[in-house]
């Protein structure tokens, strides 16, 4: 019954590499977002899509790119990996007001711990 | 501009004495404002929420905030402390405004618990 949901929930892999983490939520939200948490577990996000609309890019490297094939889902494909990108990585979702003037509270999956080597 | 500090990187008490988990925020417009609750290797839940009703809020877990507009604080508490409160908290602001649903996450506190 899980609301939010990533895979992998470790990713670890070479300097270089290209490699995704996939996103799916179950309760409806037409709101999705990737979140960045460093190793002093500071909280930033990263990109936001609304119905499958990219609403916020966070001057995020181009590497980074994230894909919405449908409002359930959001993935996140991050090419020639660096160190610098090891971090824990949170998807989350929330519902755009009936006004849509604002959004409901985020909910958060459980995070894809990426390790640079 | 939005921001959020709060004040202690660390709190520790001792299991059923009062929680006091402080935070100020800075917001152009009506904030919305979270408290978030991360255990260790685990997602963030939502303890609580203000979104411009009862500046009084409780959440779940015992948890309350109280919204000051005049001290742009909103000042994460519970009466007794629990064991399983040990955890990182986050409190988070957005502003109300049409911003894609942006939260500005502050650096959180980590809440120790002492038998």
């Known amino acids: 019954d899980t609301a939010v949901s990533q895979t992998p929930k470790y990713l670890v892999t070479q300097m270089g590499n290209d490699k995704s983490i996939k996103c799916e939520q179950n309760?409806?939200?037409?709101?999705m977002y990737w979140y960045k948490q460093d190793s002093k577990k500071f909280l930033k996000i990263m990109f936001s899509y609304n119905n499958k609309e990219l609403i916020i890019n966070e001057t995020v490297p181009n590497r980074f790119s994230p894909k919405s094939p449908d409002k359930a889902h959001l993935n996140l494909h991050i090419n020639s990996l660096e160190l610098g990108d090891s971090a824990v990585y949170f998807c989350a979702s929330s519902r755009r007001t009936s006004g849509g003037s604002s959004y409901n509270e985020q909910f958060f999956g459980p995070g894809t711990r990426l390790t640079v080597l | 501009a939005q921001s959020v500090t709060q004040l202690d990187s660390h709190v520790s008490v001792s299991e059923g004495t009062p929680v006091l988990l402080r935070c100020n925020y800075s917001s152009s417009y009506s904030p919305s404002l979270f408290w978030y609750v991360q255990h260790p290797n685990k997602g963030l839940q939502l303890l609580l929420k203000?979104?411009?009703?009862?500046?009084l809020v409780k959440g779940i877990n015992g948890f309350e905030a109280e919204f000051k507009k005049s001290e742009t604080s909103f000042h994460l508490t519970k009466p007794s402390a629990h064991m399983s409160d040990a955890a990182e908290y986050f409190c988070?602001?957005?502003?109300?405004?049409?911003?894609?649903?942006?939260?500005?996450f502050g650096q959180g506190t980590e809440l120790s618990v002492k038998p």
């Open positions: 203000y979104t411009s009703a009862a500046t």
């Open positions: 309760l409806g939200h037409d709101t």
């Open positions: 988070v602001v957005s502003d109300r405004v049409n911003q894609g649903g942006k939260l500005i």
